[in-house]
């Protein structure tokens, strides 16, 4: 008995043992085989990622991530620092007033959340060798200055500082050479209470003064300078938010769009600032699309006396031409758009007379006698 009892004993046990070896074997191979199903789909989940990319993101990210009018994204100090959720939600909310659209459905933008799940699992696999990008210095620029300028401050000191009814000229070299860059600074931040002069500091970023800064140091050197204009890509920027759902950029570039346009333009900006506040987006989308098919729209009377002053000489005054060739009617112009033309006036043409205007008229001037020469061709 007591044999047989053991005898029991050692085939139970090693059946168990069996037992044991083939469930752990079964269940390697189980985990094995999930652990292959989940890379399959994350696989899955990387190629449907980078079609959303290609798609949406790499126009202003690059194509390799490496970064353009938005941030570089394969950068390894960001995605280090970087978790999947904080990820997510950017892609999917956006950042308010900057480029960064939404994305999410909820937000009325183009992708599901499986979308931008997808999209976050293709940016994330950039980490195994992704370079580290230094962002680029802060430069101050005199030509971001000379924006922020006409934007703020033209309205009382005149055209390129040149002083209006209540103010002095502030773009004069030799009252410049006299006033520190500390006290200038200081009027812009703290004003000039005592003579009606407003305070800016909370208005305008450090940075956004410091390009003032580089304004006013320019000035004092006796240089003019233009301010970039990019109402253009205002306008361009203004019809993407709206095809992706988002008014609130899209309003925030137009505003930025409508300081000192010539008013043609700021009457057509205004009427559809107005749409998009009465929530009339389809119709504020459609004038911004008949606006940048015309862009440069100016104004023909102030092109008018521009003719005069540049143009007169050589194209006769009504533009029946002289050295010039005749304008009105021209059919030059008739068959250009307005794009083509300000091309034609920034080259000029090569090896003749009609040379290049890109250094003696700025961006709305062009615009405005583009406007002007049309009024010739009816
Ligand atoms: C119209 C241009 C534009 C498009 C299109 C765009 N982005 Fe951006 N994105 C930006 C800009 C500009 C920023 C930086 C915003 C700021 O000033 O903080 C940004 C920021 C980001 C950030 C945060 C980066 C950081 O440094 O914190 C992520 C992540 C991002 N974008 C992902 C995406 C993805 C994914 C897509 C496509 C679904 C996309 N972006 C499409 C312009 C764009
Ligand atoms: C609401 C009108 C107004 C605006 C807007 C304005 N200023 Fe002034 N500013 C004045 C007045 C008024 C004075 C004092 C009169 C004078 O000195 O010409 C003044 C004075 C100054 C002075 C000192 C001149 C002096 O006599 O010492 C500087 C520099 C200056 N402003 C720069 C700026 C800059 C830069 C901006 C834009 C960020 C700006 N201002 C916006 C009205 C304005
Ligand atoms: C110094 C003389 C001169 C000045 C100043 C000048 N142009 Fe011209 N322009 C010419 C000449 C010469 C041509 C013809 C070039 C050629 O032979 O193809 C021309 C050609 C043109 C044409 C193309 C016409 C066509 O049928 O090909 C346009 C449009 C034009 N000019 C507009 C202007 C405007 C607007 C201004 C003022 C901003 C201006 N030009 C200033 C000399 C001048």
């Not at 520190?180 to 500091?201: C, L, N, T, V």
Request: one cysteine or more; charged letters at 20%.
């Amino acid at each position: 008995m007591n044999e047989s009892y053991r005898h029991y004993l050692w085939s139970g046990l090693g059946l168990s043992f069996l037992v044991m070896v083939v469930l752990a074997y079964v269940g390697v191979r189980q985990a094995r085989w999930m652990a292959q199903a989940a890379q399959d789909l994350d696989l899955e989940r990387v190629q449907k990622g980078r079609v959303v990319y290609v798609q949406q993101c790499a126009g202003c990210h690059g194509l390799q991530g490496q970064g353009g009018t938005g941030p570089a994204l394969r950068d390894r100090t960001l995605l280090a620092n970087t978790p999947e959720g904080v990820l997510f939600s950017v892609i999917r909310s956006g950042i308010p007033n900057r480029l960064m659209p939404t994305w999410g459905v909820e937000y009325g933008g183009p992708l599901t959340d499986e979308d931008i799940r997808s999209v976050v699992s293709f940016i994330r696999q950039w980490e195994k060798n992704a370079t580290v990008v230094t962002a680029e210095p802060f430069v101050p620029s005199p030509e971001r200055g000379a924006l922020i300028y006409a934007a703020a401050c033209e309205i009382c000191h005149g055209v390129d500082g040149a002083g209006a009814d209540e103010t002095r000229a502030i773009n004069d070299p030799f009252w410049l050479q006299a006033q520190s860059d500390e006290r200038i600074q200081s009027i812009m931040r703290f004003g000039y209470p005592e003579k009606g002069m407003p305070a800016w500091g909370d208005v305008l970023s450090p940075d956004q003064r410091a390009d003032l800064g580089a304004l006013f140091t320019a000035w004092r050197k006796g240089e003019r300078v233009q301010a970039v204009n990019n109402r253009a890509e205002l306008l361009a920027g203004a019809i993407f938010s709206l095809e992706n759902g988002d008014e609130q950029s899209a309003r925030v570039r137009i505003e930025r769009a409508v300081y000192g346009v010539p008013s043609a333009v700021g009457q057509i900006l205004e009427k559809i600032l107005l749409d998009l506040r009465a929530g009339n987006s389809q119709s504020a989308l459609d004038a911004l699309r008949t606006l940048q098919a015309d862009w440069p729209v100016g104004d023909a009377g102030l092109g008018a006396s521009l003719f005069v002053q540049h143009c007169k000489t050589c194209h006769g005054v009504d533009g029946e031409g002289g050295l010039g060739k005749q304008l009105q009617p021209n059919e030059f112009v008739q068959e250009n758009t307005n794009a083509k033309l300000a091309e034609f006036f920034r080259t000029g043409r090569a090896g003749t007379a009609m040379v290049s205007f890109s250094n003696r008229l700025k961006e709305d001037e062009i615009g405005n006698l583009i406007a002007f020469l049309r009024t010739w061709q009816k």
